[in-house]
């Protein structure tokens, strides 16, 4: 499809990111599309830092042998890749560039209900940030993300509670951000914007927000507890000094389980906004997508311990725990159901948004469908702690989570910059990063069921042809994720400008200027039409006079 | 010819057919599941691909279609679940008269002690077509007994006892890895389980034993004192613990627990935290005083004092030596 552009504005409108100029303007701003923006940068510093990590642990196991890097380093790079991917990346990665910047621009609101915690918030992760580069600059940490004890509190000889405190400082940016996005929905909605009104975007926000709220204070005070005892000899969790090491298990997955639904909800809400509008449809069972987040938000409460089946956990409990993680599988896949069936009578475009979508559905489903395998007791206890084990979150988190993430960079690059990005280039990147991802980690599947245990930097020779497979996939993934961040930086500066509705989409965020004025709307929005009016917008286009994408 | 790259794990257990069938089930359902999805998506994505001129049909959407989508997979995963169940109690439910081999797990070794004696580094030997009952702990950190061949793995707790059990199917040597990270050499802790005909065990049996791990505890026993308080005659100042094993006891503060391994080893460690009704907590701890190995083989004695399994014609409160009565029971089976 061709993007034609009928014509250049000469003069460039007043926007956020021409109000003001210089450093100070963007340190001390509280404007939500400049911290989004800011957001921007540092995941995409850590996200870069954690993939080099991934790369250093795939040429590692191109071999059996451990020859690449020694066992301690090896430990401590899965350790980093694990903490700096989940805590520095994946948490942050939506709500906080996305979210940010588009919460308000969807319910007509001029910022966040509160703009000064919402720069904070930036800063916490900062400052958690600087900790964690200063832990893995001055030696590092070998615990696993998971900080299991009583390996962590009492054998690790590895700066453990220095990454413990970054990530609890980390998480406070985390909390502060859900705070702002539950009281914005709550109280800032525009004249007209009702909660059945809401895009699904904005409900996937509002689940995201209740687990960050009620989750990550439990992880905080875990960590703290995990100082405490490895500094003080405070007897939590150590058998040894009369703790219970099952005890941390409970606590750190009562909010690790709910995280991953942190990295995947805020993408499933940018799936639905993307497949209506390149269907040209309203989104199929609106409601149900809308509350089938809300049920994935409060059900995901309620299925940790399926992490620990074969932890020493009773049967009963492990059979409480299996149930209901299959009834949390129950509105995933209703949400997979309505997405397909929204393009049935549509009018599909390919542009690069849908691509990443398609590639979503394909990795989800296959992500959730093995969640399935585990969740089943007889078979968790030969695969959990495998590659099948690894090969089936990264689906979830990096197949889901990700490719949606690149999805609404495509879907919202020209109202962030104000620019078009090479629709080519992207449609390439789309594919690669969808054939690389699949070669990287479906091997990983085999691997597990044959019994590759995780976190192993050598292994028995038989594991080898796989181990390369992965490795191959790896490297071309990484140019996948190289690519968008070529074409960006490149569009920022030569790609054409953006008009205000690209794509002819619904939504309030379409309805003001590409890039909005620094309040977002010149007049406050009235919403006088339901979410998704593709109908109408079918019928009537968006003016000659205004540029359009296609 | 897939020697070097093998696409399906050996099967050499009794629970690893039951582990793949449902796993092939699974295979099956999700593939069924992935298919449905993609040749909608790829379907619908070519037949309703934009063309000038045509646009999309407005579409609310469909509450007997979604309850139609939501109930099906409940279904189906109710399925899944159930039989799961099913297949995971096997798992947890040793055998009663399953052989028994303690393992102490430590940084970064597998040490493994048959009840008959014999001891073992790295490497465990069954004989095909046996019950094998191994009662586990760890010195350090935690770590996790996992035989792919076998399809079962528990994670080895410091400070208590976990236990997984298998019955081995075919002869052969089969990897034991350690599958919870447990510090530096976490990749380096592998050992392996090898099955032997029962004619060949015997006469790998018969060699390297120091007595049965119940006459070591025996030993450790008398060393220890434990027999001034714990008399057979019940006159001590501890319980009896002739045939205590097994038995479901009522504690001073009027609990009752079932005396098994995990009982009898706190209350070696912590003696005032589970005290039997009608004592008094007077016992000093042993924590730090007996090692892992002479926890196993106490406890191992406290349960040759014992008669709850089959085969062992032994009775409570018996005069006949507890060495004696395991030479016994391992003659049965």
Redesign the interface.
């Known amino acids: 499809m061709s993007m034609a552009t009928a014509s250049i504005p000469t003069v460039e409108r007043e926007n956020y990111l021409n109000k003001h100029y210089g450093v100070g303007s963007w340190l001390f701003t509280t404007d939500h599309k400049r911290i989004a923006l800011l957001y921007l940068l540092s995941i995409t510093f850590f996200f870069f830092i954690g993939g080099f990590f991934a790369l250093l642990i795939r040429l590692e196991l191109l071999t059996p042998a ?1 020859d690449l890097v020694q ?2 380093s090896y ?1 401590k790079l899965f350790t980093m890749h694990g903490m700096v991917m989940v805590f520095f990346f994946l948490i942050p990665s939506i709500p906080a560039v996305l979210g940010n910047f588009l919460v308000p621009l969807m319910i007509g609101a001029k910022d966040l209900a509160f703009p000064k915690i919402n720069l904070l918030s930036w800063y916490l992760y900062i400052i958690g940030g600087v900790m964690m580069l200063h832990c893995m600059l001055t030696g590092g940490v ?1 615990t ?1 993300w ?1 900080f ?1 004890v ?2 962590s509190t ?3 000889n590895t700066k453990v509670v220095e990454a413990g405190l970054a990530i609890f400082v980390a998480g406070f940016s985390s909390i502060l951000t859900g705070l702002n996005f539950v009281v914005t929905i709550h109280r800032l909605r525009a004249p007209g914007m009702s909660w059945s009104r809401l895009p699904l975007f904005i409900w996937a926000h509002y689940a995201t927000s209740i687990i960050q709220l009620l989750g990550t204070p439990v992880i905080a005070i875990t960590l703290v507890l995990v100082a405490a005892e490895r500094a003080l000899h405070l007897g939590i969790f ?3 000094l009369g703790g219970d ?2 005890l941390f298990q409970h606590l750190f997955w009562f909010y690790s389980h709910p995280a991953v639904y942190i990295m995947i909800l805020p993408s499933m809400g940018i799936i639905s906004e993307i497949i209506a509008c390149f ?4 989104i ?5 997508v809308a509350f089938s987040s809300i049920a994935i938000a409060v059900f995901g409460f309620l299925v940790w311990a399926h992490h620990m ?4 956990i009773s ?1 009963y409990a ?2 409480v725990f ?2 209901l993680s ?1 009834l949390v ?2 509105p995933s ?2 949400k ?3 997405w ?2 929204t ?8 542009d690069a948004p849908m691509l990443y979508a ?1 590639g979503f ?2 990795l989800f ?2 992500g959730g ?2 969640g ?2 585990l ?8 695969v ?3 590659y099948f084990v690894i090969a089936h979150f990264h689906y979830i988190m990096v197949g889901g989570a990700v490719m949606g993430y690149l999805g609404g960079m495509h879907f919202w690059w020209p109202k962030i910059s104000g620019r078009l990005y090479p629709e080519g280039w992207a449609k390439l990147a789309a594919l690669i990063v969808f054939i690389g991802f699949n070669l990287t980690f479906f091997p990983q599947f ?1 691997l597990g ?3 590759m ?10 594991f ?3 181990n390369v497979l992965s490795t191959a996939g790896a490297t071309i993934l990484g140019v996948g994720y190289l690519l968008p961040m070529v074409y960006f930086l490149w569009s920022m500066r030569y790609g054409k400008p953006a008009p205000d509705n690209p794509w002819n989409a619904a939504g309030l965020e379409w309805k003001t200027a590409s890039p909005p004025p620094t309040f977002n709307f010149d007049e406050e929005p009235v919403v006088t039409w339901e979410a998704y009016n ?2 109408e917008l ?2 009537f286009p968006v003016k000659e006079e205004t540029p359009v994408a296609r | 010819m897939f ?7 050996q099967r050499a257990s009794t629970m690893a057919g ?2 793949d069938a ?2 092939i089930f ?1 295979l099956m ?2 593939g069924l ?2 298919l449905l ?2 040749v ?2 790829v379907f ?2 070519a037949k ?4 000038p001129g ?9 509450t007997p ?2 309850l139609t ?2 109930i099906i ?2 279904g189906v ?2 399925v ?2 159930s ?10 439910t040793p055998p009663r008269d399953a052989t028994e081999v303690y393992v102490v797990a430590k ?1 970064w070794m597998w040490k493994l002690e048959h009840a008959e004696g014999q001891r073992e580094i790295n490497e465990l030997h069954v004989p095909v077509g046996r019950d094998v009952k191994m009662i586990m702990t760890s010195q ?3 770590h ?1 007994f ?1 035989v ?2 076998f ?5 080895v ?4 006892y ?1 236990v997984a059990w298998f019955r081995a199917t075919k002869p052969g040597t089969y ?1 034991l ?12 802790m ?1 050992g392996s389980v090898v099955v032997m005909e029962p004619a060949q065990y015997e006469v790998w049996m018969s060699g390297g034993s120091t007595g049965p791990l119940s006459a070591s505890g025996e030993k450790v026993f008398a060393e220890l004192g434990c027999a001034t308080c714990h008399r057979p005659d019940g006159q001590g100042r501890g319980p009896n613990l002739q045939g205590l094993f097994g038995k479901t006891v009522q504690l001073e503060d009027g609990r009752t627990v079932t005396a098994d391994e995990n009982y009898i080893r706190e209350s070696i460690l912590d003696p005032g935290a589970k005290v039997l009704k009608g004592f008094k907590p007077v016992m000093p701890t042993f924590q730090g005083i007996v090692s892992e190995e002479q926890l196993n083989a106490l406890v191992a004695y406290v349960k040759s004092l014992s008669s709850t399994r089959p085969g062992n014609a032994m009775a409570a409160g018996s005069t006949s030596p507890p060495a004696k009565a395991s030479a016994q029971r391992s003659q049965v089976q």
């Open positions: 451990g066992a301690d430990n070998d696993g998971t299991y009583p390996f009492a054998f690790s150590d058998p040894k090491p099952l269907s040209r449809k309203r199929f069972g609106y409601s149900f089946f074969v932890a020493g049967v492990a059979l299996s149930l299959y599988a129950v896949a209703v997979v159901f309505n397909t069936a393009m049935y009578k549509g009018s599909i475009y390919y398609f559905l394909g489903t296959v469908l093995t399935l395998f969740a089943a007791l007889g078979i968790d206890v030969h959990t702690d495998t085999i069921y044959i019994g245990p995780r976190r192993y930097y050598q292994y028995p020779p038989e080898q042809v796989l593709y109908d079918n019928r | 020697d070097n790259f093998p696409l399906w794990p039951n582990v449902l796993y699974l359902v999700s599941m992935t999805i993609s909608c998506v619908f994505a309703f691909r934009h063309r045509v646009q999309a049909e407005p579409i609310e959407g469909s279609l979604e989508w939501s997979p409940m995963f109710l899944i679940f039989w799961g169940a099913v297949v995971f109690f096997q798992e947890r940084q350090d950190a935690i996790s996992y792919p061949a399809r079962i793995k528990q994670d707790l410091p400070g208590r976990t990897h890895f350690c599958a919870e990270y447990c510090g530096t050499q976490h990749s380096g592998i």
